[in-house]
């Protein structure tokens, strides 16, 4: 309202209200005591000095009406265990602390971590990595940090990338380093690597004591070491390894991330691979290092500048600052009063009278619970343990100046980028490393030893001289130095030439014994490793690895041979397989078929009686064996036919004949016993190998165990097999391809051969030259020294494996596939010319043929006439013309009555449908007493007189007449029709 005056008192009350509302606090945060044991002279205890301040500054920084202030209270435990325990005990009772962060070392945590789970008392702990304290051990302790055990995994998978077999791992002899070793064998011995031996120094070790550990290491085998100490041993480790010439070429060397995240305190040679935890670099980490680093050499300005490096303690440190302040805005003033601990009973010094903290199960409850972006990702404990996603891999340069190489992760392994960069080409890769002594070329990991105990390899002793070239071993008398040879050890040798280093070894003379019995001293330790023809078997891969199969093995048969000459009564048969006798039957009978068909009509010897015609048929068809047919043939299509036919039936008895010879004059060779179900349902014995597998193996099979008959020699089996005493020898091939390398033409390899594993190299369970010496077998076996060393010791296999397939001199029967193209050949040229004959006669008679098919509407009678007229001859052939002699001319042929005409005469010769009506339906007068014959033929001879010739295949003419005054020739031998019918219709 304008013109109004405000009331004086109610401006009075208002002003008066708002001095009090500014003069009141919106909200006073309350008080959280947290205490802070460190080592301050300690590198981490300097990083903890600078980062935990600076954590809690930016946490209310970032949230500056926060309900809760954490303060600090500062304790400094020198390292010393005592301390801290005492330092954490007036903390609880003095202070009232809430929680505490540190201690800093393991040892330290794991004494209060005790005590502050009695008194309920958080214990979030920054740097304590070491595996023996844990949440699962003591409730009360969180480890915001990362535990060693979780990079066990990384390192093995290093040895596997690098295919280091042996690693030494050198830690400090306390809580912090031994409790890394379980996992790491662990690790190692999972992927097949050994932990040949550890070097535990103490934390105090002296310059003396760490310089004489290097020389021992380096007077061993292992080149490859992995460093797990605190940061003032590490550098002395380093300097005395540098001394002792340990930092050069062939040397690697592997840091943990205790030691990667303070690389400034370490002073690391160049060439160290060190393990790390990954840390995203973002925009805030970065201000945060350029802050932090300004700080800490303010707040510490002795230090060297390589310390101000922000690694991963001081991301742990941050985060953890930041998640016990985070957790202390969830408690209440309830929870925080009263101060101290409630329901002790004992004095400030007593450890067993402790009360407990009022808030410690709740603040315990925030901060495993808490979740956040911090620093380091995301911050998540998992089981009172720090989560961290992936370990960085990288490879210290000059100057202490670290590159990144790649990474590891549970999941994926190594990979040389990690997140959307990352593919599955990228997995198992690594960037370029430069080792030390500035070498590219990875260590080996092995060197020849200066003092090294050789691996002991049995050799079989006392091996019979038949098989001497599979392996023996003599010992010289003298120097009783053992010398080993024969197959087997030459390629054992050949295969350690190719490992990638030195494997020193010894051959050890190994008695006379079952290799069930040498695989169990394997397996005992009694010998490192067994050189020798062990065949590979499930039950023996239960106590021993073996290495992959150098040699194929297999189990067969010997037997003697004899010969089957005398004793086959049917041996004419044997050339050729059933199915070439059918098929050279049937292809007689077609040929013979398919000259006759085109004979028929033209030519005189392929007609009479059908009795006549069939054996024609069938004469001549197999006369062509023995190239004998007489018959003249008249059709140059059938002479084509048959000189086709005879190429193949050329080709066929010479082949029969070759076949034939060699069985009845070469010795037929077959074995006694020709397979294992004769041996079986048999009561001969069987001839086994000395101390061999084969007795169980037959045992199980059902074989009666006393006719298993063992012997020592090759020799042995020889006399055996000849005088009779055994009917067979069962053994594994190798053994028998010696056997019949000196007795091929005696005996046979029969059977079906059943495989097994191959003859390998016996180590311990575990052993780590297991996959280098098969990798090395493999490789061995692509090449051509394999080859060369086979037939070194066994000889070619050209010479008796004839024999062994069955027989060097036994022919093998001929069957069809052998002569399908010929046959394909003769069977297709018949056809052709079959049908070019038949195409021809059709054209020919297509006049009456097109009468047959207009007078005879039935199907059958079609054929009937159409069989009669191809049966009849041909008289415009050649063959039947008549011969005029005495006038030198000559007319068609036919028989001519008184009545007929020169021009009935002149259209019998011309006319086809002339033939047709002489042939079948001849003119019939009533004067005469029989029709004119159809098959007449008249010559005119020298005289005048014709004579009539008669055929065997004259047709006879019933009297009869049909609608046209005509008699229709009835022909009789219904089985030729029949034929021709079907020719006819053939598709």
Not at 531 to 544: E, K, L, P, Y
Request: include cysteine.
């Amino acid at each position: 309202m304008a013109g109004h005056t405000p009331n004086p008192l109610l401006l009075l009350f208002l002003g008066c209200a708002t001095s009090l509302l500014l003069a009141t606090p919106w909200a006073q945060p309350q008080t959280v005591s947290v205490g802070l044991i460190i080592d301050g002279g300690s590198p981490v205890g300097r990083i903890a000095n600078t980062t935990i301040p600076m954590a809690l500054e930016d946490f209310y920084a970032a949230f500056p009406r926060s309900s809760a202030r954490v303060q600090l209270v500062h304790r400094d435990s020198r390292g010393d265990v005592v301390d801290a325990a005492s330092l954490a005990l007036e903390l609880m009772k003095s202070q009232g602390v809430r929680a505490i962060l540190g201690p800093q070392s393991s040892v330290e945590s794991a004494f209060v971590a005790d005590l502050a789970t009695r008194a309920e008392v958080p214990i979030v702990s920054f740097s304590a990595t070491s595996p023996s304290v844990s949440h699962d051990g003591a409730g009360f302790f969180a480890r915001a940090a990362l535990s060693d055990a979780a990079q066990a995994g990384a390192i093995a998978a290093l040895a596997t990338h690098f295919r280091w077999r042996r690693v030494v791992p050198i830690y400090q002899d306390d809580d912090y380093g031994a409790a890394l070793m379980p996992f790491l064998v662990d690790a190692l011995t999972a992927v097949r690597a050994e932990v040949p031996y550890r070097c535990s120094l103490p934390a105090t070790a002296s310059g003396d004591a760490i310089a004489a550990a290097m020389y021992r290491m380096e007077s061993q085998q292992t080149r490859v070491f992995v460093l797990h100490t605190r940061p003032d041993l590490a550098a002395r480790v380093f300097a005395a390894a540098e001394a002792a010439g340990m930092m050069g070429e062939g040397f690697a060397w592997v840091i943990t991330d205790g030691l990667t995240g303070l690389l400034g305190s370490i002073d690391a040679p160049p060439g160290v691979i060190g393990l790390a935890p990954f840390v995203p670099t973002t925009p805030r980490l970065r201000d945060f290092k350029r802050r932090w680093m300004s700080r800490f050499m303010r707040d510490h300005p002795t230090a060297k500048a390589e310390e101000a490096e922000v690694g991963c303690y001081a991301v742990w440190a941050y985060d953890a600052a930041w998640a016990v302040a985070s957790a202390a805005e969830h408690l209440t003033p309830g929870d925080l009063s009263p101060p101290g601990l409630m329901g002790g009973t004992a004095g400030p010094t007593d450890f067993a009278g402790l009360g407990k903290s009022t808030s410690g199960k709740k603040f315990l409850d925030y901060i495993t619970n808490t979740k956040f972006e911090g620093l380091g990702g995301k911050f998540e404990l998992v089981d009172g343990e720090l989560a961290v996603e992936a370990f960085r891999v990288v490879n210290i340069m000059d100057n202490g100046n670290e590159r990144g190489i790649g990474f590891w992760t549970n999941q994926s392994g190594l990979t040389r980028k990690l997140g959307r960069g990352a593919n599955a080409s990228n997995n198992g890769e690594l960037a370029p490393v430069i080792w030390p002594g500035e070498s590219a070329v990875v260590p080996r990991g092995w060197a020849l030893p200066t003092s090294s105990k050789k691996l002991r390899m049995a050799v079989p002793g006392n091996v019979t001289t038949g098989y001497r070239p599979i392996v023996h071993l003599d010992v010289d008398p003298t120097t009783n130095m053992a010398a080993a040879g024969g197959f087997v050890v030459e390629v054992f040798e050949a295969a350690v030439r190719l490992l990638p280093y030195a494997l020193p070894f010894e051959y050890v003379k190994a008695e006379s014994m079952p290799y069930d019995n040498l695989v169990q001293m394997v397996a005992n330790g009694t010998f490192d490793a067994a050189v020798a023809d062990i065949t590979i078997t499930a039950a023996r891969s239960n106590h021993v690895d073996f290495t992959l199969p150098y040699m194929a093995s297999g189990i067969a048969m010997v037997a003697p041979l004899r010969d089957h000459r005398s004793k086959r009564t049917w041996v004419f048969l044997k050339p050729l397989q059933y199915d070439l006798w059918i098929a050279s039957a049937a292809f007689f009978l077609f040929t013979g078929f398919v000259v006759w068909a085109i004979e028929h009509r033209d030519n005189g010897e392929f007609r009479g009686p059908p009795s006549y015609q069939v054996g024609t048929l069938l004469y001549y068809g197999f006369s062509t064996l023995v190239f004998s047919h007489r018959e003249n043939l008249r059709n140059n299509l059938s002479r084509f036919a048959v000189v086709v036919w005879c190429f193949v039936v050329l080709i066929l008895q010479s082949s029969y004949t070759a076949s034939l010879t060699s069985m009845l004059t070469v010795p037929q060779l077959e074995p006694v016993i020709g397979d294992y179900a004769e041996l079986w349902r048999g009561t001969a014995k069987v001839g086994i190998m000395n101390n061999s597998f084969m007795r169980d193996t037959m045992t199980r099979t059902g074989f009666p165990r006393s006719r298993l008959v063992p012997y020592k020699a090759a020799p042995s089996f020889h006399e055996a097999l000849i005088n009779g005493t055994i009917g067979a020898v069962i053994d594994e091939t190798p053994y028998l391809r010696i056997f019949l390398k000196s007795y091929c033409n005696s005996f046979s390899m029969t059977g079906k051969t059943n495989k097994t594993g191959g003859f390998g190299f016996a180590f311990p369970k575990g052993s780590p030259y297991v996959a280098d010496l098969s990798r090395a077998i493999l490789t061995l076996t692509e090449s051509e020294e394999m080859n060369l060393i086979e037939r070194k010791w066994f000889g070619d296999n050209d010479g008796c494996e004839a024999t062994q397939a069955g027989g060097p001199f036994t022919s093998d029967s001929l069957s069809f596939g052998s002569f399908c193209g010929l046959f394909l050949i003769t069977g297709a040229t018949s056809l052709l010319c079959c049908a070019i004959h038949l195409v021809t006669f059709v054209a020919t008679n297509r006049r009456a043929i097109r009468e047959l098919l207009s007078s005879h509407p039935s199907l059958r009678g079609m054929v009937r006439m159409f069989a009669r007229l191809y049966d009849d001859r041909d008289l415009s052939a050649h063959t039947f013309r008549i011969k005029d002699g005495a006038a030198g001319g000559s007319s068609v042929a036919g028989r001519n009555d008184a009545g007929a005409s020169p021009s009935a005469m002149h259209d019998a010769a011309d006319s086809p449908i002339s033939i047709y009506h002489q042939t079948y339906m001849s003119d019939w007068s009533p004067q005469t007493s029989s029709p004119i014959p159809a098959d007449g033929e008249i010559e005119l001879a020298a005289g005048g007189q014709a004579e009539e010739e008669e055929e065997a295949t004259a047709l006879h003419y019933p009297h009869g007449s049909g609608d046209d005054g005509r008699v229709v020739a009835n022909i009789r031998p219904k089985t030729f029709i029949l034929l021709l019918s079907a020719l006819v219709l053939w598709p």
